[in-house]
């Protein structure tokens, strides 16, 4: 594996590992060889300037971009290596392990548990019949999204940030300890960005599931805010993974995205903002 330019410190144990991942969607590559660990049970923030690659990184690791190179791990402790190859795994093996929230979600005409209950859609044979554990699963996860009360309400109905914490507690039906999130607070107004990061942040908490919960985002000031861990695309590559303060201290935010970024000293956080 290739060094990144920034690694960070910490040494815990990785839920996925990406070594040499290339995928080009024609001539020009958009992953170049590109190396990332994403810790286990922490928020990851997936940053870079648009068109880095951040959403292609995110469906090609789903598989629904086949890449050409290299090779994606993933922690599974029922693998004598502790982890299991991507590639070995079909659809639906892949979605028992990962659960994945596209940018893009048109809203469908149907109700909050109803929507919840399609995350349990790898664990049903044919013909689909839910079982007492996929609803007592779906139910679990409206609560853990903290949106218990919204069970019977139809999606077109809802605010924005209302959607999202349905589709997120859709994605933790799926009952993985992968998330992967495109843009999950675009188009919310603050209140419900901060909403859904405090949410998303709790999920990796042990008595929520400690969940690795890896998010693209385009919000650099939040991504130091919130994230444990810090991913900085660059060209296709990864040019640094490390926590907000190493990150913040390297430079190499205001390197790639071309700004100037300043931290005020607020024991015991730091607060970040843009020039
Ligand atoms: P980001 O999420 O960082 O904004 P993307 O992963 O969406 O970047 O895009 C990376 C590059 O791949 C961009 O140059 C974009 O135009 C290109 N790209 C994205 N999706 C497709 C596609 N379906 N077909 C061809 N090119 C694409």
Request: aromatic letters at 6%; a neutral charge.
């Amino acid at each position: 594996m290739s060094d990144p330019a920034v690694r960070g410190k910490s040494q815990m144990k990785s839920a996925m590992i990406l070594e040499g991942v290339a995928f080009a969607y024609d001539a020009e590559p958009v992953l170049k060889g590109l190396d990332l660990e994403i810790p286990e049970a922490a928020l990851i923030a997936v940053v870079g300037p648009n068109g880095s690659g951040k959403s292609t990184l995110l469906k090609t690791i789903i598989g629904i971009n086949r890449m050409s190179a290299g090779r994606i791990l993933v922690s599974d402790a029922s693998s004598k290596t502790g982890y299991t190859d991507l590639s070995s795994l079909n659809q639906r093996q892949t979605a028992q392990m990962i659960a994945y929230l596209p940018q893009q979600r048109n809203v469908p005409d149907i109700t909050a548990s109803r929507l919840v209950l399609h995350g349990r859609f790898p664990y049903l044979s044919y013909p689909r019949r839910y079982t007492k554990e996929d609803l007592a699963l779906a139910e679990k996860a409206l609560k853990a999204a903290g949106a218990e009360d919204l069970a019977p309400v139809n999606l077109e109905r809802m605010s924005g940030g209302q959607r999202q914490k349905i589709y997120i507690a859709m994605a933790l039906a799926q009952d993985t300890g992968l998330m992967l999130l495109d843009e999950p607070t675009t188009y919310l107004d603050i209140y419900q960005q901060i909403e859904i990061m405090k949410l998303l942040k709790s999920l990796t908490l042990p008595e929520n599931g400690a969940k690795t919960v890896c998010v693209v985002m385009h919000d650099i000031v939040q991504a130091l805010k919130f994230a444990d861990c810090i991913a900085v695309l660059d060209e296709g590559r990864v040019s640094a993974c490390a926590s907000p303060e190493e990150i913040y201290e390297s430079g190499v935010l205001d390197k790639v995205f071309g700004v100037k970024i300043r931290r005020i000293d607020a024991p015991p956080k730091h607060q970040y903002y843009v020039e």
